[in-house]
């Protein structure tokens, strides 16, 4: 996916608070719209990611352990019961440790676009969970999570701007 | 051929928790018998230690301690969550407790490897005593002679 041409509009802002309140039901409606182009579904997925990342920074900020990283998503697993497979340990793990800057896993982590967007939305709302917010915590953290995505798509146009 | 003395010392130096004495005694071990008798006992061992702490009331316990278990081995140390694959180990576990897991992709060297950390990682959480380890290692001798026929 291009994300270089990627702006964050409101309409993606007002997605997210939706599946931060009522999780991936909340996007059903859009699954139409997402499918418009590629540069549509990139609005929404980069906030997506971009929630995934300061969601993760905040839990395993300041310090961590790799340990905690398993635990976390074992944990994520044990709550999913019979659908526990729906999360690969390894890609979760590596997900994590990417989003805190930890060494990568030295194992093979598997290339699997589906099981990717499982464990970011799992861990996501997971993390939301836990965090517990109130409506001011919720709307600090959204605004974090824009200015994070908008600081990232910044680095990826650069990325573009510098490769022609 | 049945299971040696040396096979079993190897093992249960490895049980103990005496690491250094394990790696001298498997560089000492015939690796051909090695090959049939301490993999036996290996297997036997995991399969014994896998049926002590996952079934409860002649049942296998919720998945869910499974994963818990795999977790908590590669919390240990910042290297093992690259020693130990979770899927792999959770999948050994879950075959061993006849609960519909396939096994048949993990390749005979990685299988190892795993069960020897699971087994050493499930002897560690029992806290035997040395008797206790003493039992257990006849027992899964008696058995892995049972399995190599």
């Known amino acids: 996916m291009d994300f270089s041409a990627v702006k964050v509009k409101e309409e993606n802002i007002l997605a997210l608070r939706s599946f931060l309140l009522e999780g991936p039901e909340a996007w059903a409606p859009l699954q139409e719209e997402m499918q418009r182009d590629d540069e ?16 993760a920074r905040r839990r395993f900020a300041p310090t961590y352990t790799v340990g905690q990283i398993v635990r976390l998503v074992a944990d994520l697993r044990m709550r999913l019961g019979e659908d526990a497979d729906l999360i690969n340990p390894l890609i979760a793990e590596d997900m994590l440790r990417r989003a805190v800057d930890a060494p990568p896993l030295k194992a093979g982590v ?55 | 051929m049945p299971v040696t003395d040396d096979q079993v010392a190897t093992l249960r130096a490895l049980l ?16 051909e018998a090695a090959n049939t008798g301490y993999a036996a006992l290996l297997a036997a ?51 061993m407790l ?12 990685t ?15 029992s806290q035997l005593s040395e008797s206790e380890l003493d039992v257990f290692m006849q027992k899964i001798r008696v058995d892995a002679d049972e399995l190599i026929g």
């Open chain 1, 40 to 55: 549509t579904a990139a609005g929404y997925m980069s906030l997506l990611f971009g929630a995934f990342e300061v969601a």
């Open chain 1, 110 to 164: 598997p290339d699997d676009l589906t099981a990717t967007l499982n464990a970011e939305v799992y861990i996501l709302l997971y993390l939301i969970g836990e965090a517990d917010f109130d409506r001011a915590g919720l709307e600090q953290f959204i605004e974090e999570v824009t200015a994070y995505t908008e600081q990232w798509l910044a680095a990826r146009r650069s990325e573009a701007a510098a490769l022609r």
């Open chain 2, 16 to 31: 103990a928790g005496h690491r250094e004495e394990h790696r001298r005694l498997l560089g000492q071990l015939d690796r």
């Open chain 2, 45 to 95: 061992g995991l399969f014994e230690a896998v049926e002590r702490r996952f079934i409860r009331d002649g049942k296998a316990v919720d998945r869910s301690e499974v994963i818990s278990f795999v977790a908590s081995v590669r919390e240990r140390g910042d290297e093992m969550p690259d020693l130990i694959n979770p899927d792999f180990a959770e999948r050994i576990i879950l075959h």
């Open chain 2, 98 to 109: 006849d609960q519909g897991a396939s096994i048949s992709d993990i390749d005979p060297d």
């Open chain 2, 111 to 125: 299988a190892i490897q795993h069960q020897l950390i699971l087994l050493a990682g499930l002897i560690g959480d």
